[in-house]
């Protein structure tokens, strides 16, 4: 079975401060990696995925996240952020070998983050 | 503009009632799923359709329908034995084939059983 931990419920920050919000996953097989974003009372929005290649990927609103195999990690970067990215973030993983359960996203809890001025 | 849409944006029941969720998507996906948002639980998976007229049970089905009887549309009925009714309700679909463009989501339904 798979799983996804993101380690932080509520991430406060300041304006035009770095920001990393860690996600960890178990699987056995290989999977695909995403983040979604989520505005209040909106749904999600996808930020990024990693499927194969480059281990830093680049997504949407100056994201990125890389994608450590060994720790079994995909953390989500952004060096300076805006009040605008207040918001809750996803992170998901698709097993790749998802037989009957082809594309289903498995999500971890979310993390708030919090952007102050 | 392609997307997927959901109605209404805010919904009121009693207890006791039955109430329909729509989801509708003019993407031409063939799966399409219904998740529940509860605050810090994250998204759980309710039903989920492959294709037409066939659907899976997720993670927390029971109390919960569906059908699938087009393409375009999938449905959740919250039925009177789901027992903690109230949350926030999203639907999404994607590519059946293609797992790794992941899934677009609704703007979701927000539903307070009284």
Redesign the interface.
Known sequence: AQSVTQLDSQVPVFEEAPVELRCNYSSSVSVYLFWYVQYPNQGLQLLLKYLSGSTLVKGINGFEAEFNKSQTSFHLRKPSVHISDTAEYFCAVIPMNYGGSQGNLIFGKGTKLSVKP | DGG?T?SPKYLFRKEGQNVTLSCEQNLNHD?M?WYRQDP????R?IY?S?IVNDF?KGDIAEGYSVSREKKESFPLTVTSAQKNPTA?Y?C?S???????E???????T?LTVT
């Open positions: 997927i959901q799966a799923y810090g639980q994250g998204l998976l989920y492959q899976q926030f999203l999404a994607s590519s059946q084939g293609v797992p790794a992941g899934q677009y989501f609704g703007p979701g927000r």
